[in-house]
């Protein structure tokens, strides 16, 4: 057991996204997404899974939230599919989806639980997509923010914690750069800065807004944070980590917390004619908006290597790992800069992801000295093959291990001066996972259905319990090693 304890106000909470979990795909009005198409293109999504049905949430979200009731939970993080409230992207809104959230919200407060709202989880009104390209037109800037006054409108007396966008860095990536998210563009590499910038200004505007219309809630964009360490300390692997850092992550946390863009890099794009253009009214419009975020949202699942990459190294495209076969996913880089070697001291997933709980630490760290700014953990998990016993248990050890060597590091942050406010697990239910079907399983509740089908039956897994026990004891419960 450990001394450490979270604060009794800390927010143990779990996260999820609207298309991943929600179904009823066409139901009350609601529009057709960009991943309602996507999935309909073959090869594009492990076996061909949708999530037309996903896991019902939409159905049985009262039974979802008692379960969170059940366990204890403090926060729930889940994301507004923007085509319920807007079927075409904008114009008249379809008050069914509203209230579809209302509900939600309504739910989790009854059982004292706070909502958390992602504006944003990658679900795009294909309308917009038809009409102007979505996020490659600057006009999505004003349709997202309008999208969002709306919310803030209708949820402002009952939702604190917003959260702008999910992950811009990977689904900007899988979208304009390898393919594998909608639009499926590959290596479209100027465009991925264009619409990354569109993306930035959005959140941006609607910072502004919700200060003006929630002066005392919180909001922030959640990122997929993967902290690096340099191979060795070789100053060229010094150097390539820098450079990685610049890159993948400062390129996105910089903007958020400080409205610019780190310069090194820009330098670099700008000399391979990609950097996107910033005009002074972005510079003026991203720097107010980085002075009003409330928390760097962080997804961690995993850091990287960082080794010099020869000019005739690998190359950014590679093998990724889907199937849950270990060892399948290959190394990528940028050629002159980095590539990211596999770290010998970690072990890994059965999807090739890095099993690093101190990396969770050392993120919360970084922030902490370079942008001064709180921490909400807004997804952390273990994606595994779950077995359910003829008996219906389901003895989830391995997440339960996972789980506790990252809260641990988690409390050890804060002991060391990390000012964070939440940690939200990656699921509470199982769901779909957009690129690796049903079969790769995250939640605490296993979900009867598999790339098939299934019954939808809810089952409380093992890690179930052990997260309730370190609700109610603040972390008490969590274990040293
Ligand atoms: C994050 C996303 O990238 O990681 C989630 O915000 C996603 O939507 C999660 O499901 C786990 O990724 P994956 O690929 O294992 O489902």
Redesign the pocket.
């Known amino acids: 057991m450990t001394e450490l304890r979270m604060p009794k106000d800390f927010l143990w909470g779990s996260a999820s ?1 609207a298309y ?1 979990i929600e179904g009823a795909h066409k139901e009350d009005g609601k529009g057709t997404s960009n991943w309602d198409e996507f999935v309909q293109i073959h090869g594009k999504t492990f076996k061909e899974t949708t999530g037309e049905v996903a896991v019902d949430h939409y159905h049985r979200y009262k039974e979802d939230i008692a379960l969170m009731a059940e366990m204890g939970l403090k926060t729930y993080r889940f994301s507004i599919a923007w085509t319920r409230i807007f079927p075409n992207g904008r114009g008249e809104v379809n008050e069914s989806g509203l209230e579809f959230y209302q509900n939600i919200i309504d739910e989790c407060l009854k059982h004292g639980i706070e909502p958390m709202v992602t504006l944003y ?2 679900d795009l009104p294909q309308a917009l997509v038809g009409e102007y390209g979505g996020w490659e037109s600057e006009q999505v800037i004003d349709d997202y923010v309008n999208y969002a006054v709306v919310l803030f409108d209708a949820f402002k007396d009952k939702v604190k914690y917003w959260i702008t966008m ?2 811009q860095n ?1 689904f900007t990536t899988l979208g304009w750069m390898t393919a594998q998210h909608p639009p499926g563009k590959f290596d479209d590499e100027k465009m991925y800065y264009l619409v990354n910038h569109h993306a930035f200004l959005a959140h941006a505007k609607t910072v502004l807004k919700f200060k003006e219309m929630i002066p005392d809630g919180k909001i922030g964009a ?1 990122f ?1 944070y993967s902290p690096s360490y340099a191979i060795n300390a070789d100053p060229i692997h010094a150097m390539s980590k820098i450079d990685f850092d610049n890159l993948k992550n400062f390129w996105w946390m910089d903007v958020y917390a400080y409205g610019r863009y780190p310069k090194n890099t820009y330098r670099y794009l700008e000399k391979k004619g990609v950097a996107p253009i910033v005009t002074s009214e972005d510079a003026v419009l991203l720097e107010a908006a980085a002075k009003q975020i409330d928390f760097m949202g962080v ?1 961690y ?1 995993q850091t990287s290597v960082t080794e010099y990459n020869p000019l005739d190294g690998v190359g950014p495209y590679g093998e990724m790992n ?1 199937s849950g076969k270990k060892g399948t996913g290959e190394i990528t880089g940028i050629p002159g800069l980095f590539k990211n070697p596999s770290n010998p001291h970690l072990e890994t997933t059965d ?1 090739d ?1 890095t099993i690093d709980p101190m990396g969770l630490r050392y993120a919360c760290k970084e922030i902490t000295s370079r942008y001064n700014l709180p921490i909400i953990i807004s ?1 952390n ?1 273990l ?1 595994a093959f779950d077995n359910k016993t003829e008996d219906n248990q389901i003895h989830d050890d391995y997440r339960i291990a996972y789980l506790n060597a990252h809260v641990y590091e988690l409390m050890k942050a804060v002991d060391e001066g990390c000012d964070v406010w939440a940690y939200c697990t ?2 509470f239910t199982d ?1 779909l ?4 079907g049903y079969q ?1 399983r ?1 939640g605490f509740v296993y979900v009867d259905r598999d790339e098939e089908g299934g019954s939808l039956d809810r089952y409380k897994k093992d890690s179930f319990y052990w997260y309730q026990d370190v609700i109610q004891s603040d972390g008490a419960t969590i274990t040293e090693e």
């Open positions: 996204a991943q989880h990658w999910n992950e990977i959640s997929a997804n699942y889907t999807w992801w997804e998990g994606g990656w699921s769901l996972s957009w690129l690796n790769k995250y």
